[in-house]
């Protein structure tokens, strides 16, 4: 299973990016997706996460309503939509893969079994 994440850069505060996470090696219409994002001296966090169909969705309070995350499954690609980025936003984002179950949208970073290798996003003030 590969998980490639990338859309990453440098952003002036105010402004917008989209980061793609493309799978392969997994029936992707079977998992669940989740962007997790990590800041220098700091634990990884979750961001946002899919329902494998898409019709469910979970944001962290930090991001609601800025970010917006989408998957196209027969491209095999989950999307984060990033809006009026601020400093706070500056991190290494990760998606990351979990076996769809019944239930709610995991946000349990501990719970994915796959993880892409992640990409920078550098919001400038």
């Known amino acids: 299973v590969q998980l490639q994440a990338s859309g990453g850069g440098l952003v002036q505060a105010g402004g917008s990016l989209r980061l793609s996470c493309a799978a392969s090696g997994l029936t992707f219409s079977n998992y669940d997706m989740g962007w997790f994002r990590q800041a220098p001296g700091k634990e990884r966090e979750f961001v946002s996460a899919?329902?494998?169909?898409?019709?469910?969705?979970s944001y962290a309070g930090s991001v609601k309503g800025r970010f917006t995350i989408s998957r196209d499954n027969a491209k095999n690609t989950a999307y984060l939509q990033m809006n009026n980025l601020n400093s706070e936003d500056t991190a290494v984002y990760y998606c990351?893969?979990?076996?769809?179950?019944?239930?709610?949208?995991?946000?349990?970073?501990?719970?994915?079994?796959?993880w892409g290798q992640g990409t920078q996003v550098t919001v400038s003030s």
């Open positions: 990351a893969a979990i076996r769809s179950m019944g239930g709610g949208v995991v946000t349990a970073l501990n719970a994915y079994s796959y």
């Open positions: 899919i329902k494998w169909s898409g019709g469910r969705t």
